[in-house]
């Protein structure tokens, strides 16, 4: 049997653990062929105190005019953190031009946590994946990212009722199925999903530690799962224990991100 041969867009941090350094190895190792679309050249994550960042926009319509010339297309998209208005463009190019018939589109809008936008990016910035997100079959926002898009204020204490609500007003921009990260119940977290005027919910405990790059890890995992079969609830629960695994491996002083290499060989072998 074929394997599923997917995009993933996003850019590239030579050291840490996120972005494409996780998309790549775990898409793989789910048994999906993966192709990459770097958006932009980072020294390292921007966890790190210093980092330095080249653009690639430029590079990518070059990569895509080669594409072309080959007649390359994909079975589904992953897109993540881009970068700039610029390659938003490219990006909804690249899904119009390289989509086999039935390409599935996910779309990680990753531009803020925590309230605030990520250094580099401003309102039209958001416009912009606003209008991109229009694209999507589905949707893998946090609490920040939706709030930005459906404009709702971002409040800190937000609730699984207050969210359900972000998740309806955010379904009245896209046709995409919603899938809400990062939602806090008591001692749990876990995402609202908005599909076909359907809500439903996905919880697991909630580890007293934060890391960079787990959104990542969870986009990448639930990319796979999804497109082997698993339905929206199955693949965010198997996702979520994935992104579990890997934070308990992690030691706590590491700033490299999680530890999902070790995740991923103890699921191979259990």
Request: proline residues 3%.
């Amino acid at each position: 049997m074929m394997a599923k041969r997917i995009l993933t867009i996003q850019d590239l941090s030579c050291v840490g653990r996120c972005s494409l350094t996780v998309a790549l190895p775990v898409l793989s190792a789910y048994g999906i062929e993966t192709c990459v679309l770097p958006t932009a050249l980072l020294s390292n994550h921007t966890a790190f105190q210093k980092w330095s960042c080249l653009d690639l926009t430029d590079e990518m319509k070059k990569i895509m005019a080669a594409w072309r010339e080959n007649g390359f297309r994909f079975d589904a998209f992953l897109a993540g953190y881009l970068g700039s208005a610029a390659a938003a463009d490219v990006v909804k190019t690249c899904f119009r031009d390289f989509s086999n018939e039935g390409a599935k589109i996910i779309i990680d809008p990753a531009f803020g946590d925590n309230g605030k936008l990520y250094a580099g990016f401003d309102s039209g910035y958001v416009t912009v994946i606003a209008d991109l997100i229009k694209s999507a079959d589905i949707l893998l926002p946090n609490l920040t990212e939706a709030c930005y898009l459906s404009g709702v204020e971002y409040r800190p204490d937000v609730t699984p009722e207050f969210a359900k609500e972000i998740v309806k007003r955010l379904a009245e921009q896209t046709n995409a199925a919603i899938v809400l990260t990062g939602v806090e119940r008591g001692g749990e977290i876990g995402e609202l999903i908005y599909s076909d005027g359907a809500l439903s919910e996905v919880w697991a405990e909630k580890l007293p530690r934060r890391f960079h790059g787990t959104g990542d890890l969870f986009a990448a995992a639930f990319s796979a799962l999804y497109l082997q079969g698993s339905g929206l609830e199955k693949a965010c629960a198997a996702a979520g224990a994935l992104v579990a695994a890997g934070i308990s491996a992690t030691d706590d002083s590491c700033s490299y991100g999680v530890n999902f290499e070790h995740a991923l060989y103890k699921r191979k072998n259990e």
